[in-house]
């Protein structure tokens, strides 16, 4: 069975920067496309942003659009989000989990169109 370990959050002053991975293993064969999502106290869990299988599709929520940036390296089976900018209302659990809505290339995934999640990264942004 695929398996995802996210990794990398932590604690960040406002306009930092951090790097999330989130690392697959087991059946990596099934390392489809990848969604990020996060999830904020007291809030639904919302999508970040998706790459394709191949890398050469992927998408942004508008609240991160311009500041954040995912990218994946199949030979180390690992997909990542790099952060910057950071602002306070970053602070939440970062999940990755497999994209199943085949429409990456055109919007976010929203959590009901994905498969297996990891177990998430806690981000806090604050001074």
């Known amino acids: 069975q695929l398996q995802l370990v996210e990794s990398g959050g932590g604690l960040v002053q406002p306009g930092g920067s951090l790097r999330l991975s989130c690392a697959a293993s087991g059946f990596t064969s099934e390392l489809n496309a990848i969604g990020w999502f996060r999830q904020a106290p007291g809030k639904e869990r919302e999508g970040v942003s998706c790459?394709?299988?191949?890398?050469?599709?992927?998408n942004y929520a508008d609240s991160v659009k311009g500041r954040f940036w995912i990218s994946r390296d199949d030979a180390k089976n690992t997909v990542y989000l790099e952060m910057e900018s950071l602002k306070p209302e970053d602070t939440a659990v970062y999940y990755c989990?497999?994209?199943?809505?085949?429409?990456?290339?055109?919007?976010?995934?929203?959590?009901?169109?994905?498969?297996?999640w990891g177990q998430g990264t806690q981000v806090t942004v604050s001074s």
């Open positions: 989990a497999v994209d199943l809505s085949q429409r990456c290339s055109r919007v976010v995934p929203t959590p009901a169109e994905t498969g297996i």
């Open positions: 790459i394709s299988r191949s890398g050469t599709w992927s």
